[in-house]
């Protein structure tokens, strides 16, 4: 049942409460995206803040390596209400350093400082980063928690989540209470301060958008606080654009009062920040709504993704991020194959690695490449088989041949939430036949790029190594 206008009050009144008892100007901590225009040297730094802050704030960034503070003007400020949980979001953008530059940043309420962090820009151009992958994570529970500070003291330079991001509904009230205090806590006991010096980047998973037939994410009648996707992520509008009142993009079911106001919260991020593409380092990545609302076959979307990817051909690596997998072993989701159909695009394009969620437990494919069947469509409610020709690059074993003659699919959907543990995968006899890895540990992706080098481990959270591979262009 959705939670009552007073039950929410509640809710806002007990946070509050917990937030004055450490950071009183604040609702939710600061935490760094990648803004709007993403590129090197940029990034967007967001909080959210009581309604009744008594003055207003202040951000000073600089480099780490300077002793000069610089003032950005005053943050642009959005009042989220239309849950009857009334806060105030907050966001600075950030540019004019070297990318890669450490800095410092701090805000003041009035003239009391109140936040002090350490970060670093996006690095332009350069061979050498970490980042780690990881999905369906917040769950509230013990193992989101283990993974969030693995990540944290792998000191990586970014993280990108595949997917259901917030369990079960996408809602406002996940995010603070599963999400935030998980990936943004000083506390080891309770996560690790991830938020407020490593950039994260998200996919959209069925969680956050889109949960089959009652599409309870943007179901706001019920929930009222669904869809924090487009409230709290700052990310990129490059994507294929649509209008909000368009069909094929997240349904949103409300009256005609909450949807407006929903809409004047989101701005311009609904509903085209579901897909979006960015340059990190000396990678391509691009990240897709694969809910199966998003025909990636009809024309605007196609054009637009063949667009992004032929603008890649300058960068030494290109990376694919989104939630269904085309390729997985085992029951769970097995006929939610409709992504397959952007599979010959992939390849077309030399896409190296393709990221996915969805199934809760690791899993790597061989390197393959796929010719679909003749579109059949897609099924919004009972999935979408995908058939077609399949060529598996069975040499390729990532230790002593290294060169993929196609894309490795990698599942990554372990990030917390209750592990898919099929005991007859544990047999490499009952896994599909493309399937090289599998694994049911909470775990996440570890990628060390160093120039024409990629090196990918599994890591669970007991630091043990459950994959191993290396990829060489």
């Known amino acids: 049942m959705a939670l009552t206008v007073a039950l929410y009050l509640a809710l806002f009144l007990f946070l509050r409460m917990v937030a004055a008892d450490s950071e009183p100007a604040f609702f939710i901590s600061p935490y760094l995206q990648l803004g709007k225009s993403a590129g090197a040297g940029k990034l967007a730094v967001l909080w959210a803040a009581r309604t009744d802050a008594s003055a207003p704030y202040v951000f000073q960034w600089k480099s780490s390596a300077s002793n000069n503070w610089s003032e950005k003007a005053s943050p642009v400020s959005t009042k989220i209400g239309h849950a009857s949980l009334p806060f105030s979001m907050s966001c600075v953008e950030l540019s004019g350093l070297p990318g890669g530059t450490p800095f410092d940043y701090r805000i003041f309420d009035g003239k009391k400082k109140v936040f002090e962090a350490t970060a670093h820009l996006p690095k332009p151009g350069t061979d050498v980063y970490n980042f780690a992958v990881f999905g369906d994570c917040a769950w509230e529970g013990p193992a989101e928690k283990t993974v969030a500070r693995r990540v944290y003291e792998d000191g990586v330079d970014f993280a990108v989540v595949t997917g259901d991001i917030v369990y079960h509904h996408g809602r406002i009230s996940e995010y603070l209470s599963h999400f935030f205090p998980v990936y943004n806590s000083e506390d080891p006991q309770l996560g690790a301060p991830l938020l407020r010096s490593t950039l994260f980047v998200a996919a959209p998973g069925n969680h956050d958008l889109y949960n089959g037939a009652l599409s309870t994410a943007g179901d706001l009648h019920n929930f009222p606080d669904g869809l924090g996707y487009f409230l709290f992520w700052d990310q990129p509008l490059n994507g294929p654009q649509f209008f909000a009142d368009e069909k094929g993009i997240t349904p949103i ?7 407006s106001e929903f809409l004047t919260e989101a701005g311009d991020r609904f509903p085209n920040m579901a897909s979006f593409s960015f340059n990190y380092g000396n990678a391509h990545w691009t ?21 992004d990817l032929k603008s890649a051909a300058g960068a030494k690596w290109r990376f694919v991020a989104f939630h269904h997998p085309p390729f997985h072993s085992g029951h769970s989701h097995a006929n939610e194959q409709h992504m397959r159909n952007i599979v010959p695009l992939l390849e077309k394009y030399n896409v190296d690695v393709v990221f996915n969620g969805h199934v809760h ?3 790597r494919s061989h390197p393959l490449k796929f010719l679909p069947n003749a579109f059949q469509g897609i099924t919004l409610f009972g999935g979408s088989q995908v058939n077609g020709e399949m060529t598996i690059d069975r040499s390729f074993d990532g230790i002593t041949d290294t060169t993929p003659q196609g894309p490795v699919y990698i599942v990554s959907g372990c990030g917390g939430a209750p592990l898919s543990a099929e005991r007859a995968l544990e047999y490499p006899e009952h896994r599909e036949p493309f399937t090289a890895s599998y694994a049911a540990t909470h775990s996440y992706t570890r990628c060390q790029l160093n120039g024409s080098n990629l090196l990918i481990r599994q890591i669970a959270t007991d630091g043990q190594e459950l994959d191993h591979l290396k990829i060489t262009k």
């Open 361 to 363: 437990n690791y899993q």
């Open 287 to 307: 990240i897709l709504d694969s809910n199966p609302y998003a025909d990636w076959k009809a024309d605007r979307r196609a054009q637009w993704l063949e667009a």
């Open 253 to 259: 079911s409300a009256s005609s009062k909450m949807r």
